[in-house]
């Protein structure tokens, strides 16, 4: 198990064909070897899996990343679920770059987006 940055960016839509590198989300999760999240590392760091959506236009959001039953969400205020953003079988994606993962954004909307990085997390000197 290893702890990873990953950067997501919006992908094509209906409304942006080209998609929009502004518009994404930054987390911190553990994958397994295989690229999978690993819930039982999650567990174990659950306090250090950040993330930070941005959109043009807004203050960027941070929260973090919760593992509820099998799925998995982003949750910016503890103990309100209205504001959860739950990740579309996020228990089954491969986590690599130019894959995609489905988001279910606070507006209710599902919108796909590029998996543009991942890094293992950088430990502070």
Same mark, same amino acid.
């Given at each position: 198990?290893?702890?990873?940055?990953?950067?997501?960016?919006?992908?094509?839509?209906?409304?942006?064909?080209?998609?929009?590198?502004?518009?994404?989300?930054?987390?911190?999760?553990?994958?397994?070897?295989?690229?999978?999240?690993?819930?039982?590392?999650?567990?174990?760091?659950?306090?250090?899996?950040? =993330?930070?959506?941005?959109?043009?236009?807004? +203050? %960027?959001?941070?929260?973090?990343? #919760? *593992? @509820?039953?099998?799925?998995?969400?982003?949750?910016? =205020?503890?103990?309100?679920?209205?504001?959860? +953003? %739950?990740?579309?079988?996020?228990? #089954? *994606? @491969?986590?690599?770059?130019?894959?995609?993962?489905? =988001?279910?954004?606070?507006?209710?909307?599902?919108? %796909?987006?590029?998996?543009?990085?991942?890094?293992?997390?950088?430990?502070?000197?």
């Amino acid at each position: 198990m290893s702890l990873m940055t990953i950067r997501l960016e919006l992908g094509r839509t209906r409304e942006l064909p080209e998609g929009d590198p502004r518009h994404g989300y930054e987390f911190i999760a553990p994958l397994d070897r295989q690229g999978h999240l690993d819930a039982a590392g999650w567990r174990a760091e659950k306090d250090r899996c950040l =993330v930070r959506s941005f959109r043009p236009g807004e +203050e %960027p959001r941070t929260g973090k990343l #919760r *593992h @509820v039953g099998q799925g998995w969400r982003f949750d910016y =205020v503890p103990n309100d679920p209205d504001d959860d +953003e %739950p990740l579309f079988k996020l228990d #089954r *994606h @491969v986590i690599a770059p130019s894959l995609y993962l489905t =988001v279910k954004e606070e507006d209710g909307e599902q919108r %796909p987006f590029k998996i543009v990085s991942v890094q293992p997390v950088r430990v502070a000197a």
